[in-house]
């Protein structure tokens, strides 16, 4: 028989996870994904932050929302869905996308209203579906 952990013992090992991840990024890096951190949590009041596929992982609901990774020369969005990319078609257009990644270079400043946008339209989404 396998005994779950408490709730706060899976927060503190995600918490843990994440400051481990961003510790091992280079500084600009971890500095570009704390813009999209922040740009994914004024979108989604309620989500949490934990840790999944070995990058940061936003959850809604219990529900994945997105997924953030820092690299050295950009950062990335994950997924990046067919409704995603009709919210932000026009801008889309900036940035480098690839296989349901966005990929926001560390070079400038994230796109927070971009990011945003992206956000919501996942939770749009996702409710639609009756996920979240």
């Known amino acids: 028989?396998?005994?779950s952990s408490p709730p706060g013992d899976d927060a503190k090992r995600a918490a843990v996870q994440v400051r481990t991840y961003l510790?091992?990024?280079p500084p600009n890096s971890r500095r570009a994904l704390r813009?999209?951190?922040e740009a994914v949590g004024a979108a989604a009041p309620g989500v949490t932050e934990g840790f999944g596929y070995g990058i940061l992982a936003f959850r809604l609901?219990?529900?994945a929302l997105v997924y953030c990774a820092g690299w050295k020369q950009h950062t990335s969005l994950y997924p990046l869905t067919a409704a995603m990319r009709r919210t932000g078609?026009?801008?889309l257009k900036d940035y480098e996308?690839?296989?349901?990644t966005i990929r926001f270079?560390?070079?400038k400043p994230v796109p927070s209203a971009l990011v945003r946008r992206l956000v919501k339209a996942?939770?749009?989404e996702l409710r639609s579906q009756g996920k979240v």
């Open 105 to 107: 270079p560390i070079t």
């Open 35 to 37: 813009q999209l951190r």
């Open 23 to 25: 510790s091992s990024l």
């Open 122 to 124: 996942r939770i749009a």
């Open 89 to 91: 078609a026009a801008a």
């Open 1 to 3: 028989m396998t005994r």
């Open 61 to 63: 609901d219990g529900q």
């Open 97 to 100: 996308t690839s296989k349901g």
